[in-house]
């Protein structure tokens, strides 16, 4: 079955720090395509990235940095020097023809980050 | 563009009461979706639609029902509220050939009562 992981439900980290949130999945598909979602505390959802199963290469956007290894089945988001303003929920969704290539979604995790 | 609009933003029904959550995109997208987001347990999708006319079920289509008369609008019905139908609504859509490879554009989300 197609599953997503996120097993930190809230992090706290004092502005500035480096803060990593971890991602496992589960598929049994070979073609598969996995995306972050952020959602700020005004509600909205808000994509951030979203890479496929064939491109292991690490990408990096300014402070946010996603690590992907199909060894681990894992798909970790990292943001440096973290802000008040990166505070929100962020989602792990994974889509693949297994679950006929709806997006399914982990359970998030809530980032605080104090100043 | 407006992107996706939802409406209302906030509602609160009683027990067996009816309403419609109104969704629409100004995007041209082919796919939508509905969302239920229900606290600590991320996104299920409710139903879906890859084109005016047809719709699909998704994980959580029980109580609900949907309609795609137009490339724009996809309008979710709840027609016996109950109150496990308490929770944050959101719409979203997508272009493509297919929903595992686009990024969706999630409106701002309807926040549900049943009382």
């Known amino acids: 079955a197609q599953k997503v992981t996120q097993a930190q439900t809230e992090i706290s980290v004092v502005e500035k720090e480096d803060v990593t949130l971890d991602c496992v999945y589960e598929t049994r598909d070979t073609t598969y395509y996995l995306f972050w979602y952020k959602q700020p505390p005004s509600g909205e959802l808000v994509f951030l990235i979203r890479r496929n199963s064939f491109d292991e290469q690490n990408e990096i956007s300014g402070r946010y940095s996603w690590n992907f290894q199909k060894s681990t089945s894992s798909f970790n988001f990292t943001i440096t020097a973290s802000q008040v303003v990166d505070s929100a929920v962020y989602f792990c969704a994974l889509s693949g023809l297994e679950y006929g290539n709806k997006l399914v979604f982990g359970a998030g995790t809530i980032l605080r980050v104090k100043s | 563009n407006a992107g996706v609009t939802q409406t209302p933003k906030f509602r609160i029904l009683k027990i067996g009461q009816s309403m419609t959550l109104q969704c629409t995109q100004d995007m041209n997208h082919n796919y939508m979706y509905w969302y239920r987001q229900d606290p600590g347990m991320g996104l299920k999708l409710i139903y879906y639609?890859?084109?005016?006319?047809?719709?699909d079920k998704g994980e959580v289509p029980n109580g609900y029902n949907v309609s795609r008369s137009t490339t724009e609008d996809f309008p979710l019905r709840l027609e016996l509220a109950a109150p496990s139908q308490t929770s944050v609504y959101f719409c979203a859509s997508s272009t493509g050939t297919g929903v595992a490879y686009n990024e969706q554009f999630f409106g701002p989300g309807t926040r549900l009562t049943v009382l």
């Open positions: 639609s890859v084109g005016a006319g047809i719709t």
